[in-house]
């Protein structure tokens, strides 16, 4: 199951785990308030996991890739995970599922403050279109992930500031909701 806290703003390394010195957990319901989704499945059956199956066809998950982050296997390596770690939203949601190794989101709060979410195998999260987030590895330094879309994917980003994007104005509408 994820794991999330408030971050430091420490300029140390983006891989370590960022925690407040005085550790400030958040709940599943914190990032449910968020919009931000989570659940644990079996990564070793991914391929004929009837749980999945079911989530992408309720989910209208029509299209699926790996990835797998890791400097012997992705080229530009450095480049992409300074792109991964830059501030930014999607115009849809993004859906991801941890299939080996682990990484944080860092997603913003209400208040603009980051939450860090640890991803192991077997997590999935989905965050909300709109939402500013961004992705970086752990210290491990190695991820292999599955992707998945509503239609075809769009992989752009929308870096920080975005605030005039549709996607935004309507995510928050719903935080203004739920406060």
């Known amino acids: 199951m994820v794991q999330a806290w408030y971050m430091d703003d420490s300029a140390e390394d983006q891989r370590k785990p960022h925690r407040l010195q005085q550790d400030v957990p958040v709940s599943l319901e914190q990032l449910k308030a ?32 790996i990835i797998t982050i890791h400097k012997d296997t992705m080229p530009n390596y450095e480049e992409k995970l300074k792109i991964f770690y830059e501030e930014h939203l999607h115009l849809d949601d993004e859906i991801r599922y941890i299939l080996e190794g682990s990484g944080y989101f860092d997603v913003r709060d209400q208040k603009d403050k980051w939450i860090r979410i640890f991803m192991q195998k077997g997590d999935m999260i989905t965050l909300p279109a709109g939402i500013y987030h961004r992705f970086t590895l752990d210290e491990n330094n190695y991820v292999k992930a599955m992707r998945l879309f509503v239609g075809d994917p769009v992989w752009t980003p929308f870096n920080r500031p975005a605030d005039n994007c549709e996607a935004r104005e309507k995510y928050v509408q719903f935080l203004a909701q739920t406060a």
């Open 34 to 65: 968020l919009g931000v989704d989570s659940l644990s499945l079996d990564a070793d059956r991914y391929e004929s996991d009837p749980e999945l199956a079911k989530i992408r066809k309720e989910n209208n998950y029509t299209w699926m890739d």
